[in-house]
């Protein structure tokens, strides 16, 4: 009884078989982080149009020509913070749904939404813009505004930045989500070794 409860603890205490196993990217951890991001998305952009008006997530109004207001500064910062904010938290459900590899699964969150923004925008251009589903509801449309006529660099660069804040926040999410596990873990492996 004693060797088999010793072969046991032995299996409890090697985790890189199980990492091995389970690790990796999940598709539906990143699904779920794309929806938690979105839904907090929403919430922090209704929270600041009903104090301020709306976010600008293209960044139209930043002019790198140096002629910038204190205004306009600010609006793109309050954009790019809450779409970084948003995916931090998005990231970091889809590391703990995940729990291996959590910043890759945040990262995921993050590609995931810029799959479907690219799709949607596309859709929208394609076929008619009541497709996208972005365009009405105050969302990134970063890849509506291709077809348009007076496309700008600042608006091309104002949705790269955002793109990066989304991509940078999930991952960043991802690995604090994982984190939760490797302390489980941890603590698992140390009453193993008891």
């Not at 995921?108 to 799709?119: D, H, I």
């Not at 890849?143 to 960043?172: C, E, N, P």
């Amino acid at each position: 009884m004693t060797q088999q409860r010793e072969a046991i603890r032995g299996a409890e205490t090697d985790l890189t078989g199980i990492k091995d196993r389970f690790g990796g990217a999940d598709v539906l951890a990143g699904l779920l982080g794309m929806f938690t991001a979105l839904g907090v998305l929403v919430f922090l952009g209704a929270l600041i149009a009903a104090g301020e008006g709306g976010i600008d997530y293209q960044l139209n109004q930043i002019d790198f020509d140096g002629k910038l207001q204190e205004v306009e500064v600010v609006g793109s910062i309050v954009a790019i913070a809450v779409i970084l904010v948003s995916f931090f938290v998005g990231g970091w459900a889809a590391g703990r749904i995940a729990r291996y590899d959590g910043a890759i699964n945040g990262l995921g969150a993050a590609l995931w939404f810029v799959l479907a923004a690219a799709v949607l925008g596309v859709l929208g251009l394609w076929v008619g813009e009541e497709y996208n589903a972005f365009a009405g509801v105050d969302l990134p449309n970063w890849f509506g505004q291709l077809g348009a006529d007076d496309i700008t660099l600042k608006s091309v660069a104002g949705a790269a930045a955002g793109i990066v804040a989304a991509l940078i926040g999930g991952y960043a999410g991802g690995m604090l989500g994982e984190q939760y596990h490797r302390d489980v873990d941890a603590a698992l492996t140390t009453e193993a070794r008891r």
